[in-house]
């Protein structure tokens, strides 16, 4: 927790704020903050600032807080992702959230196991508490949108060809003749496919929405590394 | 398991092996394997090639074996890393493995908690177990070596000024007036700190060894989403 995120409902004056629970687990037990001490702190899809301890016992802490900082810049990148398994979604969606990505699209594809979009994970506040956890590690405020689309044709066709509109749109696909694109400096839209990886079809319904298939190199990454390693290679 | 590493004890003739434990269960209950079926294989810290079920039940798998392709290429990344949290290094080490690090020195800093180095993730079994999980992921077959070293000043001292020979050394250290190289493609040797970050006395004495200090942007990523960034950003 590089960044404490503030709530209104957290405000008990203009200019302080009491907090209990995690957030003031974290700034007692692991921060160990006293009176006076300072924390970075930022207001849910708002500015940050810095939060002066000025009440703190085992139950609640009060912070006097002040605003003149913006958030770090997003980065441009859509992020289409076939639903994986519940701890790598989990571990996606902070590190998506870490990256600055601020708009993701989970989707169904042919080969997602049915069985996951049962899981708890895909639950709003699940959501919710990654994509914070992710903002909190960036000292991040703006809180990404995530939407579920468990139909890929109909998203295809009826979505995502207004979606891509300004972006290079590309998926990673195994066995692509193009590496992956290196320095892009422009928004695009990054597509990764599930486990075992796209049927045949899925690929060729993308290419031909304009898609480029690229290969991310012979060894298969994880997709929670996946994410770094392409936001690294294209901005 | 993308790819299943074989032992010498595994053989029970000459391009025969037999199974059991979590390879088999892999095999037999998520893959649901059955005779004939073609299965990823390699020998550990040799070639890589086909095994074809034989032989298959609840409790054991028969493979014939035949090898005839080689492993993907190293990374010619040396990791050197601020002992983490037990979570992040195994999820360190799985992501080293994975990228194709073959040399990573885990070191103590000034900030590293010193209750870090009485966890059990640094067993030796334990460290080996986890680059096994990335080299099953990266479908490679050549274990890194991991060496602990638990005395800054003396490991930067007498053994770092020999270890970088040939490598370009480059230490991440938020607030460098140097961004992440890209595209480097030569040997590298990376420096990663602790959560807390480096304290002056350590950057200091790496600049002096000829480390370049890289800031590698506002955003603080996780020690695990470093990797895969910074690899993805050189090579």
Sequence with gaps: MNLIILFPEDFIEDKRVRLTGRRHRHI????KAQVGDELSVGVMN???GVGRVALIDGVSVDLEVEFKGVPPMPLPMTLILALPRPQ???RTLICASTLGIKKIIILNCHRVEKSLWQSTTLHEDSIRDHLILGLEQAKDTILPTVILRKLFKIFVEDELPEMI????????HPGATSP???AVKQP???FIGP?????????EKLKRLGFIDVDLGERILKVESVLPFVA???F
Excluded: Q, R, W
């Excluded at 509109?165 to 990673?172: M, N, Q």
């Excluded at 486990?195 to 690929?203: C, K, P, R, S």
């Design 195 to 203: 486990e075992g990886g796209f049927i045949d079809y899925e690929v």
């Design 180 to 182: 992956c694109p290196v």
């Design 46 to 48: 708002n500015k940050v």
């Design 28 to 31: 007692y037990s692991i921060l």
């Design 232 to 234: 690294g290679k294209m």
């Design 165 to 172: 509109k300004g972006t290079i749109p590309f998926v990673a």
């Design 188 to 190: 695009v839209t990054f």
């Design 88 to 90: 790598a979604l989990k």
